[in-house]
């Protein structure tokens, strides 16, 4: 299970925030804010700022912090300070005095969960399951050939033995099916495809074929099922900010199998770390409009009009050539073909 741990404080660079329009107040945002348990950097930001995503903006931290983040915990006050002529959030606590003043200043409690950035049950199964194929190519895979004690199929604790795991370097295995091609809306092409988690297996013994034993099982496991290197646990940190190069993706698919999503549902996008994307970027959700036009004489004519945006995903996971994203802000239905670009 990959753990997830969200980050309070990234900043875009320089450059990059420089190139933006200024930060927007809400009307009327309160003057501060005490964390509690359930809130999230996009919520309590979304309280102060009217793109609660440029949050790390506010913070105004530099790139070198930006290797050491700080972190809010329940408890904690978000100050708004306006001393500086531009907005900025501050972190604080009470302290002692006849003033009664807040006083800015790191606060962190060892053992507390931080505040993350986005909820993390959203995307938690997305994380720990294994979803893309990017190639097509199945005899370059490790796979089920044969289980033991004649069994059709596998479940937890049951032995099975595999092909194309000839030493005992990765003892971690997923166990898949592959599952829906991913096409691209524009073309057509198959991009990639969906992977069906079946489970998880460990390496008792290397060879041709080798041995491996069931350690968790989603779902029956077959002969023919593949088989891919398990990630090792890693610690990754989630923060919103804007993708450096210009990013030209379309909405692939809509986790579930639906044709249609909205504000927290999961999608899949057409460009993935070699087109740019990270996993942190927000992308701006738009849709082409057509308008339509019947003359006095019955003629239909229809003309292109601006692409309408409507919403906002954050990029939590990335391959080649293919990206999930959460929906974190929409205005209206999200659909397979629909735009995701820079914000």
């Known amino acids: 299970m990959v753990r997830i741990i969200s980050a309070l404080i990234l900043a875009v660079t320089a450059a990059c925030a420089s190139a933006t329009e200024p930060l927007t107040l809400v009307d009327n945002p309160p003057d501060?804010?005490?964390?509690?348990?359930?809130?999230?950097?996009?919520?309590?930001?979304?309280?102060?700022?009217?793109?609660?995503?440029?949050?790390?903006?506010?913070?105004?931290?530099?790139?070198?912090?930006?290797?050491?983040p700080h972190w809010i915990y329940p408890g904690n006050i978000i100050v708004l300070d306006m001393s500086s002529g531009s907005p900025r959030l501050r972190m604080a606590k009470p302290v002692g005095g006849q003033d009664g003043k807040l006083q800015p200043m790191v606060h962190s409690t060892p053992g507390e969960k931080a505040i993350p950035s986005i909820p993390p049950n959203a995307i938690e199964p997305f994380i720990s399951q294994p979803l893309i194929v990017e190639s097509d190519g199945p005899n370059n895979r490790?796979?089920?050939t044969a289980a033991q004690e004649d069994r059709m199929l596998l479940g937890t604790?049951?032995?099975?033995?595999?092909?194309?795991?000839?030493?005992?370097s990765v003892e971690k295995w997923h166990v898949f099916r592959k599952g829906?091609?991913?096409?691209?809306?524009a073309t057509g092409k198959v991009v990639a495809y969906e992977a069906f988690f079946l489970g998880n297996a460990r390496l008792i013994k290397p060879g041709e074929p080798a041995t491996l034993r069931v350690t968790l099982s989603k779902e029956e496991m077959a002969r023919g099922d593949e088989l891919i290197?398990?990630?090792?646990?890693?610690?990754?940190?989630?923060?919103?900010?804007?993708?450096?190069?210009?990013?030209?993706?379309?909405?692939?698919?809509?986790?579930?199998?639906?044709?249609?999503?909205?504000?927290?549902?999961?999608?899949?996008?057409?460009?993935?770390?070699k087109d740019g994307l990270e996993v942190g970027h927000v992308v701006a959700l738009s849709r082409n409009r057509?308008?339509?036009?019947?003359?006095?004489?019955?003629?239909?004519?229809?003309?292109?009009?601006?692409?309408?945006?409507?919403?906002?995903?954050?990029?939590f996971?990335?391959?080649?050539?293919?990206?999930?994203?959460?929906?974190?802000?929409?205005?209206?239905?999200?659909?397979?073909?629909?735009?995701?670009?820079?914000?």
């Open 32 to 68: 501060r804010h005490i964390v509690v348990k359930g809130d999230t950097l996009w919520g309590i930001s979304g309280k102060f700022l009217k793109q609660p995503w440029r949050w790390p903006e506010i913070w105004q931290m530099n790139k070198e912090e930006i290797k050491n």
């Open 142 to 144: 490790a796979k089920i």
């Open 157 to 168: 604790g049951d032995s099975f033995y595999a092909s194309g795991i000839p030493d005992a």
């Open 180 to 185: 829906k091609p991913l096409k691209d809306p």
């Open 229 to 273: 290197p398990a990630p090792p646990p890693e610690i990754i940190t989630y923060a919103p900010y804007r993708p450096d190069q210009q990013i030209s993706a379309r909405v692939m698919s809509i986790y579930g199998g639906v044709e249609e999503g909205g504000a927290n549902s999961v999608v899949s996008l057409t460009s993935g770390k």
């Open 290 to 315: 057509i308008s339509v036009n019947i003359s006095d004489e019955g003629v239909r004519t229809s003309t292109p009009v601006p692409e309408e945006r409507y919403g906002l995903a954050f990029v």
């Open 317 to 343: 996971r990335v391959f080649d050539h293919v990206a999930y994203a959460l929906v974190v802000d929409a205005s209206k239905a999200v659909m397979i073909g629909d735009a995701a670009k820079n914000p």
